[in-house]
């Protein structure tokens, strides 16, 4: 990248990171002994031939028929109007976990709520099992090939949902599509980067340059806190988690 292209941005270079990449082939899941596809099968065939991923299914549907009827719903509008205002052409989910997990349940209940514009949804975790793709099939989502560690550049508008994600895929997403024009396709919903500045310190610009050159520029939306949901125990799923991008 030229210094042209970083329109005021200035280039700085962070530590590589080794990647694992587990491969996966689009709209297949491991089976032993290779693959198999579930683009072939119907979603209620996949439930009725795994019961568990019915009672999966059931769970996350519920949480969002709860998530809708709270208050926490009526609070998140200035999150939903910014998304709506950036247009997302695809959204990249990674870190969600296990849907096996209420937590993970959760997040993925959100991230369906707040694509209100429908747009193609694609999910990566590294912990994911077979059970978890057919769950993702059954709600339309796409699951990621490889493992990018959160380098995929947003060559079309992209929102990125990465909640309680560890710093460095954040800072891997942000050096990933360090440019004016990449910046400007780029939409991350995660933690406050802001919260990292200063409980980090000096130690910030080293770990996260990238998003330490940013911050200045960047708009945020916060997301409305957990208690609104109404529940006993509030789940811990996207707790002080905001929308973070640069207009």
């Not at 995929?152 to 599509?177: D, G, I, W």
């Not at 802001?194 to 340059?209: G, K, L, N, W």
């Amino acid at each position: 990248m030229s210094q042209a292209d970083t329109d005021g941005f200035t280039i700085v270079k962070a530590k590589s990171r080794r990647s694992h990449i587990t491969k996966l082939t689009p709209h297949t899941t491991h089976a032993k002994g290779g693959f198999y596809s579930t683009s072939q099968t119907t979603r209620k065939a996949l439930q009725l031939a795994n019961p568990s991923v019915e009672r999966f299914v059931h769970e996350i549907n519920s949480k969002q028929n709860t998530l809708t009827k709270s208050k926490f719903c009526t609070l998140l509008e200035p999150a939903i109007h910014a998304i709506c205002e950036f247009a997302p052409e695809e959204i990249v989910c990674y870190g969600i976990g296990t849907l096996r997990l209420p937590v993970s349940q959760w997040q993925l209940a959100l991230i369906l709520l707040l694509n209100s514009q429908n747009a193609p949804i694609h999910a990566f975790d590294p912990v994911a099992t077979e059970d978890d793709a057919h769950i993702l099939c059954h709600f339309g989502i796409t699951p990621i090939v490889d493992n990018e560690m959160g380098k995929r550049q947003a060559t079309k508008r992209t929102l990125f949902y990465m909640p309680h994600c560890e710093q460095f895929l954040y800072e891997n997403t942000v050096s990933a599509n360090w440019s004016s024009t990449l910046l400007g396709h780029t939409m991350i919903v995660g933690n406050h980067f802001s919260r990292y500045q200063e409980a980090q310190a000096d130690e910030f610009a080293q770990q996260s340059p990238h998003i330490k050159h940013m911050l200045p520029h960047t708009t945020v939306v916060e997301m409305p806190h957990e208690s609104t949901l109404g529940l006993r125990h509030c789940p811990y799923a996207f707790s002080d988690m905001c929308i973070q991008h640069i207009k």
